[in-house]
Every structure is written in structure tokens, then in C-alpha cells.
């Protein structure tokens, strides 16, 4: 078989699909490739290029056939998708990323560590956090207008909300069990964005891409405070 200069991987859950072209730009590999045959078989292809859609485990894949001697690109989906030369299937994706990736203007999202994505899965816990606390935020307003009790916007309104309900006797027996369920659950809420709060100061504090900032950066605002990850 010709010496393949260029592999596209189109990944999945259980099966991927490998599409490979030769110095010529011919197909010389179409074949599927279950996940537990991946390493087995990169591990004994001779150092060629790869290319992978970044999607979920994109950069697990990347950082695996990186160490076993492969070069991996990987590229946007947005970038591959104008490639696709018929129906959307996973042998048309590969064929498509092995396109796109051979394209001199191409751009391609950087490789983050491990490290890397540990802090960015940080980040993205604290966000859904901060989710969960808006909803339940709401929920308590309203619950509360319901029985004619409003207060000032912000979360540091909520506390004193809760107080004013738990001390009117007028409001039924239910009803004030049901807001201190919620308050309960709130002030769990509060130590853990407290607590993410601290992990990430403490991330950037130690981080020294965080604390220079440089071009090729990328910045995750996460309300009151900011980290940077490189990308």
C-alpha cells in the first residue's frame, strides 16, 4: 500500500472511521476502528499526520497519538463541515477533516494538557453553579411574591428574603417548610461557588500563563473573577 501522508479521523463513542490519502491525494485507507483498537493499530502505522474534528475527547485522542509519534491537528467543526462532499455519514466527515486539515489557510485549535482542561472543567463547574443558583434564586422570588413579599435585585438580597418568610407566622405551615428546603439549598449553593471560587483564585495565582498575558490567549469570565488558559 502507498505510504500514507495524511489521516482523517472522524471519532465516536465506539467506532471510528479512518480516511487516509497518499503524496498523490488518493485514498489509499478507508477502515473503522473500534476504540479499543485505536492504540493497537496507531501504535504500529508508521508517523503521519492526523486529523480530528475538536469535539468532546478530541484532545484525549490528540495527546494519545501524540505520544505514540503522530503530528494531530485538530480543526473546528465550522471549518470541516464545507468539505463534506456528500451525505452526512462518518466515512463523508473523515474524508472531509482529511481535506480540510491539507488546506494551507486552515486554522486549527490548539492541544490543551491535562492540566489544562482540569482547569477549564473548573470554570465550567462554577458556571453551572451559578446556573443552579439563578434558577433557584428566581424560583424563591416568585414563590415569594406569591404570598406578597418582594425584595431588592441580588443574590445578596435572597438571605434577608428568606429571614422575612421564616418569621411571618401568617404564611402557611407548608409553605414555610418548602422555603427552608430552598434556603437549605442555597446556602449549599453559596459554599460551593465560595469554595470554586477559591480553587480558582488559587489556579491563576499559581498559573504563570495566567498572570502574563499574551496574544494568543483566551480569556473564560467567570463573574467576579477571570482566569486565562492558553489556546
Given at each position: 500500500m502507498d505510504q500514507i501522508i495524511r489521516i482523517g479521523i472522524d471519532t465516536s463513542k465506539s467506532v471510528f472511521?479512518?480516511?487516509?490519502?497518499?503524496?498523490?491525494?488518493?485514498?489509499?485507507?478507508?477502515?473503522?476502528?473500534?476504540?479499543?483498537?485505536?492504540?493497537?493499530?496507531?501504535?504500529?502505522?508508521?508517523?503521519?499526520v492526523i486529523g480530528i474534528e475538536a469535539c468532546g475527547?478530541?484532545?484525549?485522542?490528540?495527546?494519545?497519538?501524540t505520544s505514540l509519534g503522530h503530528e494531530v491537528k485538530m480543526i473546528a467543526p465550522q471549518f470541516v463541515k464545507p468539505y463534506v462532499k456528500r451525505g452526512k455519514n462518518d466515512a463523508a466527515d473523515a474524508a472531509a477533516i482529511c481535506e480540510a486539515m491539507s488546506r494551507p489557510t486552515m486554522r486549527f485549535v490548539p492541544l490543551k494538557s491535562e492540566?489544562?482542561?482540569?482547569?477549564?472543567?473548573?470554570?465550567?463547574?462554577?458556571?453551572?453553579?451559578?446556573?443552579?443558583?439563578t434558577q433557584l434564586v428566581n424560583a424563591i422570588r416568585g414563590h415569594a411574591a406569591e404570598f406578597g413579599l418582594t425584595a431588592a435585585k441580588g443574590v445578596r438580597n435572597v438571605r434577608s428574603l428568606l429571614q422575612r418568610v421564616s418569621e411571618d407566622k401568617t404564611f402557611?405551615?407548608?409553605?414555610?417548610?418548602l422555603f427552608a428546603t430552598m434556603a437549605g439549598e442555597f446556602e449549599r449553593l453559596q459554599e460551593q461557588i465560595k469554595e470554586m471560587d477559591g480553587r480558582l483564585l488559587t489556579w491563576q495565582r499559581n498559573n504563570e500563563v495566567s498572570r502574563n498575558p499574551h496574544p494568543r490567549l483566551w480569556s473564560m469570565h467567570t463573574g467576579r473573577k477571570e482566569c486565562r488558559l492558553t489556546g
Open positions: 472511521q479512518l480516511h487516509g490519502v497518499n503524496a498523490a491525494e488518493q485514498p489509499v485507507l478507508r477502515k473503522k476502528l473500534r476504540r479499543k483498537e485505536m492504540v493497537d493499530y496507531f501504535t504500529k502505522c508508521q508517523p503521519t475527547a478530541s484532545h484525549h485522542w490528540a495527546r494519545l497519538l492540566d489544562e482542561q482540569a482547569a477549564l472543567m473548573l470554570v465550567n463547574v462554577r458556571e453551572r453553579l451559578i446556573r443552579v443558583q402557611p405551615a407548608m409553605a414555610r417548610d
